[in-house]
Nanobody, 124 residues
């Protein structure tokens, strides 16, 4: 599957952005889809994931601010980001996998497919 991430941009602290991850596979709803981010000089870190069942998980720092969702008809997963902070500045990547197990969904190394990344910059 090919993934296309979009929706990044420059926003002031406290603002919102919605990222999109569009897939080429019509069976995208069968994939576990995660969002990760990587800031300069830092390792890629988990942000949020949505399972095939629709269950979602978030990194502790994103709980209550970010919402991951899926539109099956559009083969797209979204990441709604509210109350953005300067420390949210990073390149955001979506990733997908069909066979990843629950205990591995927060680990980037277990995802087979990756989008190209979209830059999010939050100014103070």
């Amino acid at each position: 599957v090919q993934l296309q991430a979009s929706g990044g941009g420059l926003v002031q602290a406290g603002g919102s952005l919605r990222l999109s991850c569009a897939a080429s596979d019509r069976t995208f709803s069968n994939y576990v889809v995660g969002w990760f981010r990587q800031a300069p000089g830092k390792e890629r870190e988990f942000v949020a994931v949505i399972r095939r069942s629709g269950h979602t998980y978030y990194a502790d720092s994103e709980k209550g601010r970010f919402t991951i969702s899926r539109d099956k008809a559009k083969n797209t997963v979204y990441l709604q980001m509210n109350s953005l902070k300067p420390e949210d500045t990073a390149v955001y990547y979506c990733a997908a996998d069909q066979s990843i197990i629950l205990s591995s969904v927060t680990s980037a190394q277990y995802y087979a497919y990756w989008g190209q990344g979209t830059q999010v910059t939050v100014s103070s």
